[in-house]
């Protein structure tokens, strides 16, 4: 089993509840046990900084599934989830973004797949909920809990539980 990091986002929708779902989806047909999830956070938009603000997770899973196995999972995911990376605009809307994080200690750079994510450390979004659920693990050498200390957290705040 390989412990794996995937970060949730979306700003289309009922994002909460398509989380919900899609970690279902997730742990059902990758065939993996959710180990911790994380709150869930509104954050500024990134990148198309002229949109709504988006809702982000991080979750562990512990899967059998190879790394590009997984990611072909997460985007059929994406796509059973109303996105469409064919025609959407880089960095814009989507109902739900599923990004592989880290796989286990693996370290890939192929073009269809980078591990660890090569930008996690910039992003805030990212390091917030996974500082949550996993503060000390190291990742290419760092803890989200020191990378996060050397960001801005701004505009991020953490959502009350659903019920």
Request: contains cysteine; charged residues 25%.
């Amino acid at each position: 089993m390989a412990s794996v990091l995937i970060a949730l986002g979306g700003n289309v929708g009922d994002v909460r509840q398509t989380f919900r779902k899609a970690i279902a989806n997730i742990c059902g047909m990758a065939q993996a046990e959710l180990l911790a999830r994380s709150s869930d956070y509104t954050t500024p938009p990134w990148g198309d900084e002229n949109q709504a603000r988006f809702v982000n997770a991080c979750i562990e899973i512990d899967t059998r599934l190879d790394p590009h196995a997984l990611l072909f999972t997460l985007h059929k995911i994406e796509k059973k989830f109303g996105r469409d990376r064919g025609t959407e605009k880089r960095w814009g809307p989507r109902t739900l973004d599923l990004d592989l994080i880290a796989y286990d200690d693996a370290i890939l750079d192929k073009p269809e797949l980078t591990l660890p994510h090569p930008r996690l450390f910039e992003r805030a979004f990212v390091l917030v909920p996974l500082a949550e659920i996993a503060p000390d693990r190291v990742i290419a050498g760092r803890t989200a809990a020191k990378a996060l200390a050397n960001i801005s957290t701004a505009g991020i705040e953490c959502l009350p539980d659903l019920h």
